[in-house]
């Protein structure tokens, strides 16, 4: 990705965590980016291309902080690849307000659901991927079903992130609930 697309995509995330999808105006994302609309226009053809581009943009950036968790029981490494949806820092507060904006914003835009569907998909394939090394390396009980998990332990994240975003809990109490659940789940 360009330097110029990505400073691009950084503002069309930042406006949307903090206006919502419905919000979102082109101008305001080029002042942010200190660019022209036209140049938002001719990098995205229209308001919904930068959205759904905007998605994909914070759906890659959650791909690169999960990659770089390997190693370990598969147990672990789904602990942590769940705890990292919870974090002290402006990143990962955009990344789950993005997530949040356009997932609501599907509701009424046919549109975006593929979008938040491969999203989605992508995620919960990743946990099913942890779930089944767990299960074959002993740290996650043998008769877990890494799919109907997956579905639990994503809808779990993301009704506590509408709680943590709106400052109803904690980091560290969401990061509890995470524990206790996962451990609840798929303790062998």
Known sequence: MTDRRTQLLAAACHVIARTGVRGLRVEEVAAKAGVSTALIYHHFRNRSGLVTQAMLYIN??????????????????????????????????????????????????????????????????????????????????????????????????EGLANRWLAGLLSTEQARTHITATVRAELDS
């Open 60 to 157: 890659e950036r959650l791909a690169a902080e999960s990659a770089s968790a390997s190693g370990g029981t598969g147990m672990r490494r789904l602990l942590e690849r769940m705890l990292s949806e919870f974090a002290e820092d402006e990143q990962t507060r955009e990344n789950s307000a993005v997530w949040g904006e356009v997932r609501g914003a599907a509701v009424f835009d046919e549109e975006l659901r593929p979008i938040i569907r491969d999203a989605t998909d992508y995620w919960a394939g990743q946990l099913v991927e942890l779930i089944e090394q767990g299960r074959a390396d002993g740290s996650i009980r043998a008769d877990a079903e890494p799919e109907p998990v997956a579905l639990r332990l994503t809808a779990m994240v």
